[in-house]
């Protein structure tokens, strides 16, 4: 695995964690008949999983956008100056 893909790969495990702090707050125990069921991703994305990813050009520098984006292509994009929203409600998700 390439230098990139790990610190693509790190860069979005730790988006995740941190947006997992933001939604918990405060430390909670779990009630025992509630199974852990959900992903990550889907902890992660908030309406349907569709998103619209902001990246910087690698050449020039300048923001581009692409439209309609399953969550699971996030890993195709670079991490430097990545942004993604929520197609739905337009809420900043990474």
Known sequence: MTDDKKALREFVAGA????????????????SGEAEDSSPEEDLVCCKGVVH??????????MYLSYSRQWN???FFRANGLRVFCADCRHRVL
């Open 16 to 31: 995740r964690a941190l947006a997992r702090k933001k939604k918990l707050g405060a430390p909670q125990a779990q009630v």
């Open 73 to 75: 292509e996030i890993r």
């Open 53 to 62: 990813i902001a990246y910087r050009g690698i050449a020039d520098d300048r």
